[in-house]
């Protein structure tokens, strides 16, 4: 009985290995030298995720320094 | 694109680049070409764009001592990329550890951000392999992932000379590890995972 494996390692463990890294060390590695990287795949910019993924970073820390301070924040 | 000691290898697109797979595979072997002809390369992101070259001068000169130090870093030494698929072991006594009482909020807040960052950059699943790999490696990046059955991703920077060992012990493994973990290893890759500059990095 073959228990089929699941997508991620079938992907992964077939022939597709490299080129999975292929778009990882692309995508999401290397030197980033100026803002302005700019990409179009399939109507998503992988890059861009990124760069979104840090403005929540950003927005999960500012709100508890506004909590912890109000009187200052507001002026 | 020459500025001081580095040299940039550039071309000139009218658009922005698809990220398609050919497109991907030709940038991989340019890269890999620069890489056999010079001693030390740092890839760019790809779909990195410079208004001209004297904006991309600008960018390069402003950092050249990073740059050379990174270079320095990545010469002669190739990336071996290692993915650890399995169910994640509990999370290490990290998180268990009691907090200070006296600990004010801020105090503990970046406790809480210091032991989130050891979880996400550690990966105690491959630990069984670390003795036959650690004489290899000149430095390794973890990715640890938060859902999935790839727990995470050890990105391995060795000299090209210790390929071969490095392949011989993953290989000694048959693919599994105590904990029934699996792996998947690809390389030898260019240094992506390793070339980053102080400033110049949007990931963590």
């Known amino acids: ?75 | 694109v020459r500025c001081g000691g580095i040299l940039a290898a550039v071309g000139e697109m009218a658009a922005a680049p698809r990220a398609d797979a050919p497109l991907l595979q030709a940038h991989d072997a340019v890269v890999r070409r620069l890489t056999a002809g010079a001693g030390a390369v740092l890839p760019a992101r790809f779909g990195s764009l410079a208004a001209g070259e004297a904006e991309l001068a600008e960018l390069l000169g402003s950092r050249a001592p990073l740059f050379a130090e990174a270079l320095e870093r990545v010469r002669g030494c190739v990336q071996m990329t290692l993915r650890v698929f399995g169910t994640a072991a509990a999370p290490a006594d990290l998180d268990s550890l009691p907090e200070d009482p006296m600990a004010g909020p801020g105090t503990r807040f970046l406790a809480a951000r210091r032991r989130e960052h050891e979880r996400r950059t550690s990966l105690p699943e491959i630990d069984s392999l670390r003795p036959a790999l650690r004489p290899l490696l000149r430095a390794e990046r973890v990715e640890r992932q938060t859902s999935g059955r790839l727990i995470g991703t050890a990105f391995h920077l060795l000299p090209r000379a210790a390929e071969e060992d490095y392949r011989a012990a993953l290989e000694a493994t048959g693919g599994h590890l105590p904990g029934g973990y699996r792996l998947a290893w690809s390389g030898p890759w260019p240094p992506y995972a390793f070339a980053t500059v102080a400033g110049m990095e949007l990931a963590p």
């Open chain 1, 1 to 75: 009985v073959s228990v089929p494996a699941e997508p991620g390692i079938e992907i992964f463990e077939g022939g597709d290995t490299s080129l999975l890294d292929l778009v990882d060390n692309l995508l999401n590695q290397g030197v980033v030298l100026t803002g302005d990287v700019v990409l179009g795949l399939a109507g998503v910019d992988l890059v861009y995720l990124r760069l979104s993924l840090l403005l929540c970073a950003s927005d999960r820390i500012l709100p508890r320094r506004e909590r912890e301070a109000p009187e200052e924040e507001a002026s």
